[in-house]
């Protein structure tokens, strides 16, 4: 299976502060990878896939990033609306495998 | 709009049956896969299985193969996910998602299973 490590497992930031979530695949992933945003209580929604695009109605502010086979989410100014859990996860093979989450809390 | 709407779940007997629903909505559904995502309490997310937009093909994770079978009718709009020899370790709440190319674009508001004597 492979193995998505995500870090950090939680992060406090201030409002309008750039924040960056990344997660390693333990193999080659291309651009396989999807980030999703789950609120307090609520389901998840997506932000990205393929690795770089913006899926529907997500603001600007987000942005997804590869390195080989690091990626990154980018929050480029922190809304209140933006707390929750981030996880990032492959597409590339099955099993379909989830990062742990990162914890994103206001500062 | 999209909509996915889970029903069936509660608590259930370790290895007994358990068959949970999805009716979708605002979307042409047999042109899309489908997927059931878990999430035990207060953990991270897994996918669980996956069914192709004719439901020609199936795929799960291990530790649910053969114990969980995924279908769809794709007249109803509707997907189904029959869990079988049900564990406590299958504990979650399941989410109905659409699949597209292997991530999953629109989530259902979830339904909780409970395996537990």
Redesign the interface.
């Known amino acids: 299976d492979i193995q998505m490590t995500q870090s950090p497992a939680s992060l406090s930031a201030s409002l309008e502060e750039i924040v960056t979530i990344t997660c390693q695949a333990s193999q080659d992933i291309g651009n396989w990878l999807a980030w999703y945003q789950q609120k307090p209580g609520k389901s998840p929604q997506l932000l990205i896939y393929g690795a770089t695009s913006l899926a529907d109605g997500v603001p600007s502010r987000f942005s997804g990033s590869r390195s080989g086979t690091q990626y990154s989410l980018k929050i480029s100014r922190l809304q209140v609306e933006d707390i929750g859990i981030y996880y990032c996860q492959q597409a590339s093979s099955a099993p379909y495998t989830f990062g742990a989450g990162t914890k994103l809390e206001l500062k | 709009e999209v909509q996915l709407v889970e029903s069936g779940g509660g608590l259930v007997q370790p290895g007994r049956s358990l068959k949970l629903s999805c009716a979708a909505s605002g979307f042409t559904f047999s042109n899309y896969y489908m997927a059931w ?1 878990r999430q035990a309490p207060t953990k ?4 669980v299985a ?1 069914i192709t937009n004719s439901g020609g093909s199936t ?1 799960y ?2 530790s649910v193969k053969g114990r969980f079978t995924i279908s769809r009718d794709n007249a109803k709009s509707t997907l189904y996910l029959q869990m079988d020899s049900l564990r406590s370790e299958d504990t979650a709440t399941y ?1 109905c998602t659409r699949d ?11 339904v909780m299973v409970t395996v537990s004597s």
């Open positions: 995502v991270g997310l897994e996918w996956s795929y994770r291990d989410y597209e190319e292997w991530s999953f674009d629109y989530w259902g508001q979830g």
